[in-house]
Nanobody, 122 residues
Framework: VQLQASGGGTVQAGDSLRLSCAAS????????VGWFRQAPGKEREFVAA????????YYAVSVKGRFTISRDNAKNTVYLQMNSLKPEDTALYYC????????????????WGQGTLVTVSS
């Protein structure tokens, strides 16, 4: 499975961005796709995940109500709509895929895309 993340940019606080994660290869093996982020000097943290098998979603408390994860099955693409962005959302955002389960632990995910940088200025 190959993942290609895109959509990052520099915005002001309160603005919105939509990230995309295009999957290719053995996409039928994917159980869940997650978004993670890593700010400078901090550990990679869970943001949101989508269970491709049953359509359930899960969010980190810090983004719930502001971010929405969605999927376009025809395009094998997962989106992360980010609204009401805050400076603390500034980070390198990664998408990842797991063939077995939906988890919030980065090390559980087998496949990773390259990061896309989101910068939110105050």
């Amino acid at each position: 499975v190959q993942l290609q993340a895109s959509g990052g940019g520099t915005v002001q606080a309160g603005d919105s961005l939509r990230l995309s994660c295009a999957a290719s290869g053995r996409t039928f093996s994917i159980y869940a796709v997650g978004w993670f982020r890593q700010a400078p000097g901090k550990e990679r943290e869970f943001v949101a995940a989508d269970n491709w098998r049953v359509g359930s979603t899960y969010y980190a408390v810090s983004v719930k109500g502001r971010f929405t994860i969605s999927r376009d099955n025809a395009k094998n693409t997962v989106y992360l709509q980010m609204n009401s962005l805050k400076p603390e959302d500034t980070a390198l955002y990664y998408c990842a895929a797991d063939p077995l389960m939906l988890t919030t632990t980065p090390s559980d995910y087998d496949y990773w895309g390259q990061g896309t940088l989101v910068t939110v200025s105050s």
